[in-house]
């Protein structure tokens, strides 16, 4: 697998427990940050000198929905140049919503499983997608 954290954004404190046991389950060895605020995780992205293997985002969060946080991300020289993989798991997938997610250049769009297996499934062809990328 390839070096560098996995950061994962999501304000739903189930949903971020979901992440926690599939990551277990699957024993990933990369450092899995989790945050429940995407403020608070683009303050850690512009922080870090941290290799990121790839960002899991939210799209319906306060403050900052994932959309925005992706728009700050490709604003920002620094963060843009690094090239991070950015990827979506929502319950929302309108059409309007998907295709505003891919003119902000992200590199995937799931839709947002209800359980663990459902979730380790996602997790485990994204892990294998960008650990051959």
């Known amino acids: 697998m390839k070096n560098g954290s996995i950061i994962v954004i999501d304000d739903d404190e189930d949903d971020r427990q979901l992440y926690k046991i599939a990551f277990e389950n699957l024993h990933v060895k990369n450092k899995v940050r989790i945050f429940s605020d995407s403020v608070d995780a683009f ?3 512009k922080a870090t000198d941290e290799q990121i293997f790839f960002i899991l985002c939210d799209i319906n969060m306060p403050k900052l ?4 946080l992706r728009q700050k991300i490709n604003d920002d020289e620094t963060l843009r140049v690094k090239a991070i993989p950015f990827l979506f798991l929502s319950t929302s997938d309108s059409d309007e919503l998907v295709d505003k997610a891919f ?3 992200i590199q995937g769009f799931f839709m947002k499983p209800s359980t663990v297996d459902r979730l380790e499934i996602i997790l485990v ?3 294998n997608y960008w650990d051959k990328s």
């Open 43 to 45: 303050k850690y992205l």
């Open 103 to 105: 003119t902000l250049n």
């Open 65 to 68: 929905n994932g959309l925005e």
């Open 125 to 127: 062809a994204i892990l």
